[in-house]
Structures are given as C-alpha cells and as structure tokens.
C-alpha cells in the first residue's frame, strides 16, 4: 500500500547508534527527532513515544481525562482513536464527517458536547486537513482542549499553517506505512510547557528529575518511550519528509487525471484551504461497487484496502446512533497503492481494474 523509503542515511544514523551502545531510551538521536519534528510542524515541544497509539493515550492522561469523562471523535477514523480513550475509562463519543473532505464534521461536533466532555479528537483522515477555524472557535468557547490525530497528514496545511500546530497536544504516528517512518513510533507536540513536562514524566514511568532517588516515584507513569534507534531512523527520514510529500502529491495527481473519466470514482478532495499529503490515496465508488473492486484488483497481484470501518457501529462501541456521511463514507471508500516510488505505470495498472467494473 505504502511502502518506506529507506536509503544509506538512516543505515548510517542506527549503525552509529549500535556501535556506541546507545540503542535503548537515551541518545542523542532521540532529542534531535524530536526538536527537528516540532520545529518542522512549529510547535515548542516534541515528546517522542514508541507508537501512535501510545501517543494518543499519553495526550490524553496529560490532559486529565478520566473514567466518567467524555471524548468526542470521529466515527470515521483508525479504532486505535477509540481505543486510546478507552484505556483513560472516558467514553468515546462519536461524531458524523463531512460529506465533501470526509474529515470531522465541526457543526456535528457541537453537537455532541455535553457537561462531560474532556476533549474534542480531530483526524486529519487519509492526508486532508480538518476545518480547524470553526473547530477551535468551538473549543475555545467551551473550554474544551483539542487533541489532533496527525499520523496520516505529516506535512498536510491548512490555511497555510501545518497540522499538528492547532490542538492543545497533537500526536503523531511513525509507522512503517506513513508519509515517514521510524518502524514503530510516535510523537507528542505542543506548545505549552507544563503539557510538555507532564507528558516527559508521564512516558519515563512517572521519573521526576526532582528526586534524588530515581526509583522513587509519586505517581502511576508508562513505558513509553521511543528508542535511539527508532529516533535514529527518524531523524534521517526529515531530510526526506518535503520531498515524500511531492511524491505523494504527483501521485493523487496522476490518479484524479486518469479516474476523471470514471463516473463511477469519485477522487480523493482537497478544499481550497488544504493542503492534501495524500497519505493513501482513497477513492469513493458507486454503491454497490467496492468490494467487486476490491476482489479484481486482488486478482491482478494489487493490494487495496477498505476505509475505516465506522467504529461507532463495532460492537464493543456500539451506540445506536446513525452517523449518515462516515456510514456512506466507511462502506464505499477504497485506499490504493500510494507508496512513493509508485510508476505512471503502476498508476495506469491499477486505474484499468478499478475502471474495468460495472454493473
């Protein structure tokens, strides 16, 4: 679906980091990452982590959610957004997308909150930006923190300005899969120092560097910290990061040329005010078509997966509600191949079997 792009500098960085020892949690690799990160998206702090998930979960306790506290979130998105939430003991609370850009849906959002909710969760799905104007509106007259699911948009803009900027914490995912990788691993960011210490403390098992003893501990911590190696591999792939993103640009391009004359696709969006990284370049087809799709690009030795599966229609978060747009969206979206040495002629391979179904 996406490969990595791995070349001889980040074999260099992890050989550097296996000869002098420093494999484990400390090194200078990991500081590196995280400042040439954040200073990437411009945000003060970079808190590295080792997975995606874990990133989302540590944002959370740092914020204060809690058992009886709601989260609203998109149906639309990876369960691990859910999940996370769960682990505080807060109950997900599932908002509709947009139709046209298939993000959050803001007006949907206000919806949803209520006396308890904590947190307000934003997904930059498959590399498009959230409306973050009318979402932030919202939350600053609530008082409600943001937290922003980057792990699919590294360099996606929104007006110009990077996501991963707007939120209270803003998380990151790593995977091999992503715009760029460190093999597993995440990233908090966020502008506001004590957010940034707590998380600090929270990730290293609760070590305060206060005291003196560094086994004694006043607070339930996590292990989550991102490796030498893993920020290794990550600080190399930021050299790489503007150049994966044309790549990923030139390919939704080349895509949208070559469906325009496929009524029954429609393209992947990208609003005048968004910069679209096209993580996975995703398609939408005609009722009744995907899974017809997906079984003839399987047939031709091409892999595709389907979009999320609306979460709140899972059964250990069902909820009973109807979420009309992330219900039309879950069921007729398809990603495609999207890595970023993909060929014209790999374009065209895949095009000519989605193009060859119909009714």
Not at 262 to 281: C, G, R, S
Request: charged share 25%; hydrophobic share 35%; glycine share 8%.
């Amino acid at each position: 679906m996406s490969e990595p792009y791995i070349g001889k500098e980040e074999l260099e960085n992890v050989s550097e980091a296996l000869r002098t020892g420093w494999i484990s949690s400390n090194g200078h690799f990991i500081k590196d990452f995280e400042s040439a990160f954040s200073k990437y998206i411009g945000t003060k702090h970079g808190v590295a982590v080792y997975n995606g998930t874990v990133a989302i979960h540590l944002a959370l306790v740092a914020l204060g959610v809690k058992k009886g506290d709601e989260v609203i979130l998109p149906s639309l998105t990876s369960i691990a957004c859910a999940n996370a939430i769960a682990y505080t003991g807060a109950k997900p609370v599932f908002a509709d997308s947009d139709r046209e850009y298939w993000c959050v849906s803001p007006e949907d959002i206000k919806k949803r909150i209520s006396k308890r909710t904590k947190a307000i969760m934003v997904v930059h799905i498959y590399g498009h930006p959230c409306d973050m104007d009318p979402i932030m509106e919202i939350a600053d007259e609530k008082g409600i923190p943001v937290v922003e699911d980057c792990a699919e948009a590294h360099g996606g803009e929104y007006k110009g300005r990077k996501v991963g900027s707007f939120g209270a914490i803003n998380c990151f995912s790593f995977y091999g899969n992503k715009i760029i990788t460190t093999g597993e691993g995440g990233m908090c960011l966020t502008d506001d120092d004590e957010l940034a210490e707590r998380m600090m403390i929270l990730k290293n098992q609760g070590t305060k560097p206060e005291f003196r003893n560094k086994y004694y501990y006043d607070m339930v911590g996590f292990n989550y910290r991102m490796t030498n190696v893993q920020a290794a591999i990550g600080l190399a792939q930021m050299d790489k990061l503007d150049y994966l993103i044309k790549q990923k640009r030139r390919i939704a391009a080349e895509y949208n040329s070559r469906f325009k004359a496929n009524n029954d696709v429609t393209t992947a969006p990208e609003m005048p005010w968004a910069k679209n990284v096209y993580w996975y370049y995703s398609i939408l087809v005609r009722k009744g078509l995907r899974d017809r799709t997906m079984q003839t690009l399987e047939k031709q030795g091409i892999e595709s997966r389907p979009f999320f599966y609306p979460i709140h229609m899972l059964p250990h978060f069902k909820t009973g509600v109807k979420l009309k747009n992330a219900e039309l969206l879950g069921f007729a979206g398809i990603n495609l191949p999207s890595g970023p040495q993909l060929t014209s002629h790999d374009i065209g391979r895949v095009v000519d079997a989605v193009s060859s179904i119909r009714d």
